[in-house]
């Protein structure tokens, strides 16, 4: 069966983009020569996740540290962010973290 890739983000490593794509409880990592991890599921990558963060991700994003990748997933108006091996923040409103939102998630513009 087709599915639709739900969130799409890269991230330059070793000189070239590698990106990672979401779908329903999917991810697959590829480059422009192929994929380099997955597909597999969410829930056995990254089985510390809340359950709710283990499929139809709305949207995501990479940044490569020292330590590894640090995603941030987004589900609703919750987001979450881990490395390959823990949480390092959240899951939280994504107005605890950036209240200037709140307004705008409301519809309302000054």
């Known amino acids: 069966m087709a599915r639709n890739i739900q969130a799409l983000t890269a991230v330059m490593e070793d000189g070239r983009w590698k990106h990672l794509a979401l779908a329903g409880d999917e991810y697959v990592v590829f480059t422009d020569e192929g994929i380099k991890d997955g597909p597999g599921s969410i829930a056995r990558k990254w089985s510390f996740l809340p359950n709710r963060f283990q499929s139809n991700i709305d949207a995501a994003a990479v940044v490569g540290q020292d330590d590894g990748w640090h995603y941030t997933f987004i589900k609703g108006n919750e987001r979450v962010v881990f490395t ?18 709140k307004d705008f998630l409301q519809g309302v513009y000054a």
Request: hydrophobic share 35%.
């Open 84 to 101: 390959d091996k823990k949480i390092l923040d959240g899951p939280s409103s994504v107005t605890d973290k950036w209240p200037f939102l």
